[in-house]
């Protein structure tokens, strides 16, 4: 059945055209007849001059549109309905005509099954039957794989051939129903009943076999059949997955109807109709049905080139004379593409087609292989650049094609480099890859001093890698060049090669002034909207401050005890009620259903049932701070992320004696292993912001402790990077790094609200790694910044204590004048008393400082009597 399904389908084009033919021109009848009505009543009623003209005029402008591009489908569709309007008979069935030809009939059971009814009318002609049994044999070759609608076509065949009463043609219905019960088709279990029912000598073996073969591979499709039915149009997804199926089952009949359904609904998809065309040209290689089925597909989509360019391909590879594949170029120049590469790829294939033509011996097809290269230039300089304002082919791919084919094939040199002096003439010089082209060319078919001039003007020219083409050039001067040769090429790459630095140089300076100016524009932004924020945050809590006000002056008057406790101090609150007030349990607005515990000798004891308070517990605890104050439901979110490190004792979130957030909070494990997981969370970001995580240490008991988990000597494996933008992602800097060896980790410096500071470290899994990336990074340009790449060496930290890595030496500390800290120092005592101490703060050399302040002490703390103030107001 398979074999068979592909040898008559091959007649699908015919039956597509006698179709469309025969439809047109039923239509063409019923319209005539309605033109002639319409014209009668025209003729009845005054149509006015100028709408007479106005169609005219559009009419001509339609037929100007259509003659630049014949698939313009819009445009067809209205100047039939212009010409239907005017009653112009004559151009209206020529503009039905031309589009019939251009725009195919969709095939489809329903058409395959009018078709064939329509043709029954003609059984009394002489050859009437046998023509209307090729019909149904066409129609069940077609479509009678079809799961849902093929039943159809085949119930159709039986009919007819039962309405013919003859000895053979109870062999052919029984042939019809050996036929259809091996074809996988919905009810089939009807029709087996029906031939069960019709034959007279029961089912046989064969019969049964089949049946049952075709109701398994029918239930593996069902479901399929089933998402099709519920999908809504264009169904591509559930098509596809149909056509993966059955191009694993391997059916190539199957195959093939499920693509043509696909397409039935789908006629306007380029893909499809790619991928229908592929499985042909590589599977069932059979001429007719490949090639007609290549034309189907550039008549649905015009517009697409691969399928022009894959049609030109299998005209050949099935042997079509020149002339037919000629034609169906012309036809896809005036396809109308939509890009003008896509007119660059058409000629390319084209000119392959030509080239593999000419056998090089005969100088017909060697002129005609040229002439198309000369117009392939002229169109795209002409048509294309004027349609879409550039050539499409900014690297003159042709043109170095047929250079190439001079100098291989024709063996032409002269023709070769006058083709790529057009080349370089067309803005391509400055390009290192273009000389390059030209030099391996000379080198391959030129002489050595054609190289050698291709080399210097190379050197001269290139902008985007000149020390490559210097390269280039000395390593020719030593293969084959002169002592002469060879200090003129050096000559001219060092003079070329520091013009070159030196333009870099200015170009990099250049760029730094510009992002120094965008810098200094962007902290000018960010500080007045700073100020804006800020004013407006003042208006905002204006009205919140005065409420608070009145409720503190309220508390005030009415005498309530936490008042009073509010305005004596902190030297009544216990130690327990202090360290209830850090972790916000005491805030004025704690939150709900929170209970005060009760302190001091005084208080009651719990009672029965009432839940202990549990023991804060350090070793099993992380003080997690850098959380943003708006963060809601800060308890929730928190153990959301901190759940997957162990159980979870409590949560103490710290709230300000307003109620508000503070931005930081403790966490107690149920166990100690739970914190060395908790602490891998350290800057992960919560809303945006990095949160930091480190262990929860009593700096009372504990003021030595200090956190810092990153090395601060040398890492000649890590790489510190300076000026990155500030959009840079983490996952861009590991792409961008990547390339010079192995990363481990990549860390982006950031400021405590999440900012970036435009700093990251890259740490590599070996030392070479990063230096090799510290010289081939640094100074290079990432989205428009200059950034700094060196080995990581960060400078020390200002530790407190000694083992910090900072210096023993201790800095001096102030010393502050007669009012200690104050922010004057100006004191109330005469200025001549001044003059006398004047010599005592003088240190000498040799004096210490020690005893220079203890002598200024001493004289400060003496005390005068009214008498000396007196003698000092006199001695003046």
Known sequence: MAAASNAEHT????????????????????????????????????????????????????????????????????????LKQEGELFSLRKARQRMSELFPLTEGPDIWLEYAQYSIGGMGLPGGIDKVRSIFERAVTAVGLHMTKGQMVWEAYREFENAIFSTLQLERIHTLFRRQLAIPLMDMDATYAEFEA??????????????KKA??????????????????????????????????????????????????????????????????????????????????????????????????????????????????????????????????????????YLRRRVDFKSSKELEELRGAFARSLDYMKQDVEERFGESGDPSCIIMQIWAKIEALHCKNMQKARELWDTIMTKGNAKYANMWMEYYNLERSYGDSAHCRKALHRAVQCTSDYPEHVCEVLLTFERVEGSLEDWDLAVQKTETRLSRVNEQRVAVKEANMARQEEDRAEQRRRAKSDKKAQKKMGKDVHAGEKRKAQQDYEDNWNNGTEQASKRHRGDEDQTI????????????????????????????????????????????????????????????????????PCGPISQIRPVFSTKGTFKGYCYIQFESVVSVSEALKLDRQEMENRPMFVSPCVDKNKNPD????????????????????????????????????GTIRDVRLVTYRSGKPKGLAYVEFAEETHASQAVLKMDGTVIDGNTISVAISNPPRRNMDKPGSGRPLDPIPRQVYGARGKGRTQLSMVPRSLHRQNLPANNVENGTSAAASASTSATAETKSLSNSDFARMLLNK
């Open 705 to 740: 402790f200090k956190v810092f988990k990153y090395n601060t000597s040398i890492e000649k494996q890590k790489i510190f990077i300076s000026g990155l933008p500030f959009s840079c992602t983490k996952k861009q800097l590991e792409e961008v790094c990547s390339s010079y």
């Open 198 to 211: 019709w034959s007279e000598q029961g089912v046989s073996d064969t019969i049964k076999h089949h049946y």
């Open 215 to 352: 109701l398994q591979q029918m239930e593996k499709c069902k479901p399929f059949e089933e998402s099709l039915l519920a999908a809504e149009p264009p169904k591509m997804a559930e098509y596809q997955n149909y056509i993966d199926f059955e191009l694993k089952e391997g059916d190539p009949a199957r195959i093939q109807i499920i693509f043509e359904r696909t397409l039935a609904e789908n006629c306007l998809v380029p893909d499809m109709w790619a991928k229908y065309n592929t499985y042909l040209d590589r599977q069932l290689k059979i001429k007719d049905l490949v090639v007609s089925t290549h034309d189907r597909a550039v008549r649905n989509c015009p517009w697409t080139m691969g399928l022009w360019k894959s049609y030109l391909l299998a005209l050949e590879r099935h042997g079509a004379d020149h002339q037919t594949i000629s034609d169906v170029f012309e036809k896809a120049l005036s396809a109308g593409f939509i890009q003008a590469t896509d007119y660059v790829e058409i000629w390319q294939a084209y000119l392959d």
């Open 576 to 643: 327990e009620e202090q360290m209830e007030t850090e972790t916000g349990l005491l805030g004025k607005n704690a939150p709900p259903g929170f209970k005060k515990p009760q302190q001091g000798a005084s208080a009651a004891p719990p009672k029965q049932g009432d839940d202990k308070p549990e023991l804060r517990s350090d070793d099993n605890s992380v003080f997690i701070s850098n959380l943003a104050y708006t963060l809601e439901e800060p308890e929730a979110k928190l153990r959301t992320m901190f759940e």
């Open 11 to 82: 007649q699908l084009q015919d039956m597509e055209e006698d179709v469309g033919m025969e439809e047109r021109e039923m239509d063409s009848e019923d319209n005539e007849e309605e033109d002639m009505g319409e014209e009668n009543v025209d003729d009845e009623e005054d149509d006015s001059s100028e709408d007479e003209k106005e169609n005219e005029a559009e009419i001509q402008r339609l037929e100007e549109q259509l003659s630049i591009n014949a698939f313009d489908y819009n445009c067809h569709v209205d100047l039939i309905k212009l």
